[in-house]
């Protein structure tokens, strides 16, 4: 089993920059594609971004549309942690913030957003941003 624990949240006012992590428990084959997810109240849940690595080399990000040019993702393989940074920080980008880690078949560009291809889930780290 693998254990995912976000930090990293808080609030800010718009225009600032968060920077979130995920450790993961231990490497194994469901932490080869890791990504960030949202949910905000009365919005369903939303793949931010995702990417794939692993201990023979460094693969693809994916990002949504709505995060891209502001929002990066990496992972450290060394320390098994993702990371988001998150600059230029928006009222929308309000939610809750969940890590998810899948193998890889999760890290395409099919597949990548959908909750139900990812096998763990962190606890959730919530991020506020203020106008």
């Known amino acids: 089993q693998v254990q995912l624990v976000e930090s990293g949240g808080g609030s800010v006012q718009a225009g600032g920059s968060l920077r979130l992590s995920c450790a993961a428990s231990?490497?194994?084959?469901?932490?080869?594609?890791m990504g960030w997810f949202r949910q905000a109240p009365g919005k369903e849940r939303e793949g931010v971004a995702a990417?794939?690595?692993?201990?023979?080399?460094?693969?693809?990000?994916y990002y949504a549309d709505s995060v891209k040019g502001r929002f990066t993702i990496s992972k450290d393989n060394a320390k098994n942690t993702l990371y988001l940074q998150m600059n230029s920080l928006k009222p929308e980008d309000t939610a809750m913030y969940y890590c998810?880690?899948?193998?890889?078949?999760?890290?395409?560009?099919?597949?990548?957003?959908?909750?139900?291809?990812?096998?763990?889930w962190g606890q959730g780290t919530q991020v506020t941003v203020s106008s």
């Open positions: 998810a880690a899948a193998g890889w078949r999760a890290c395409s560009s099919n597949y990548w957003s959908i909750e139900s291809k990812y096998n763990y």
């Open positions: 990417i794939y690595t692993s201990i023979y080399i460094s693969g693809s990000t």
């Open positions: 231990k490497y194994t084959e469901y932490t080869d594609c």
